[in-house]
């Protein structure tokens, strides 16, 4: 029989590219979606991969446990992935309370109706390089402290917490991701790897100046999503739950990264970028630089796509998003 696999966050980056690879491997996807009054339109992630009409979509809320209940129910999970969050680091600031209960709280709510309606099923969370905060070591790997520095990397670090509290509990195969930024031409425009390819994109088609940014010297390990969602994969085919940091190894600042795009498109980004004090946060993450190492020898996972190679990719699908 085919496997089934239920997606939360379904239309946001990650699920995409993993309903796009589970779909690859003969699976039934089902996917949770918040009710909007934006129906067909939240899923053009999904329509610009080409797999919104072999997925099937499911209304639901992780702050509404009783919708969880019925969704897990209906679907008969073999592998669920929690990917849905309020994920904007910036936006957690402005919104603490929905951020810790749909970042936070809505993991327990989605654990809670696997534990009730599917406790066989395999579970994924998705957690984050951001609970590493303040780091405490160069480089961060399973066993690094963490020092969350925004509500957003708290109410993650309780998600994360969470899923460990139920699979020694209750017995769940319940596997964390500790992901490191991942990125894409699927990334939401607020996200500054977006931001800058976007702008290059603008200022290269002449509907631009400028580019407006914070801290261009904040360090990133940054890697492709559609890499990292095979790590989700991999972690629920293994016979033992676990927590994986995935990442690619290398750190690179904002400021390198913002000349990848512009000399993609062969311009100077001294010439374009502003630095503006309103794009700082209350709370900097100077460095984050994650260590793989147990993903590379427990899971045979590693990072195929260089930096260089995803900024140019996502450069050139704004340059045509923005020319049609």
Known sequence: MKKRALVTGITGQDGAYLSQF???KGYDVFGVIRRSSHRGVEDHRLRWLGVADRVTLLDGDLGDASSLVRIVKETRPDEVYNLAAQSFVASSWRQPVLTANITGVGVTNMLEAVRAEAPEARFYQASSSEMFGLIQEERQSEKTPFYP???????????HWITVNYRESFGLHASSGILFNHE???????FVTRKVTDGVARIKLGMAKELRLGNIDAKRDWGHARDYVQAMWLMLQQDKPDDYVVATGVTTTVRDMCRIAFAHVGLDMDKHVVIDPAFYRPAEV???????SKAHAKLGWKATTTLDEMIREMVDADLARLKA
């Open 22 to 24: 589970l779909l690859s």
């Open 149 to 159: 520095r925004s509500p957003y990397a708290v109410a993650k670090l309780y998600g």
């Open 184 to 190: 894409s031409p699927l990334r939401g425009i607020e």
């Open 286 to 292: 100077d460095v984050l630089l994650g260590d793989p």
